[in-house]
């Protein structure tokens, strides 16, 4: 299983950006795909997942501003994020569950400046 990220980058508070993730080595269309960020000193957290059917899950600190999709065709699943604050700084890592495994891809960093 390889989770690949992309997308990271350095925005202003109030800015937009796009990560996404390609996966390989799994059955994509049946998994549930998820992203996670851990900021410096804090735990890994949940920001949103995807079902294979599409249904969406979001924490409540994005809720309105991001929003998770996913291209079973292409085995991507992407995170827009818009209006973007400086506590969504952090390492963004995609993540799905296979026979109760977790898989992590390496993170990207994303950075919003006030």
């Known amino acids: 299983v390889q989770l690949v990220e992309s997308g990271g980058g350095l925005v202003q508070a109030g800015g937009s950006l796009r990560l996404s993730c390609a996966a390989s080595?799994?059955?994509?269309?049946?998994?549930?795909m998820g992203w996670y960020r851990q900021a410096p000193g804090n735990q890994r957290e949940l920001v949103a997942t995807?079902?294979?059917?599409?249904?969406?899950n979001y924490r409540d600190s994005v809720k309105g501003r991001f929003t998770i999709s996913r291209d079973n065709a292409k085995n991507t699943v992407d995170l827009q994020m818009n209006s973007l604050k400086p506590e969504d700084t952090a390492v963004y890592y995609c993540?799905?569950?296979?026979?109760?495994?977790?898989?992590w891809g390496q993170g990207t960093q994303v950075t919003v400046s006030s």
């Open positions: 993540n799905t569950v296979q026979f109760g495994v977790h898989y």
């Open positions: 080595g799994i059955i994509f269309s049946l998994n549930v």
């Open positions: 995807i079902s294979r059917g599409g249904k969406t």
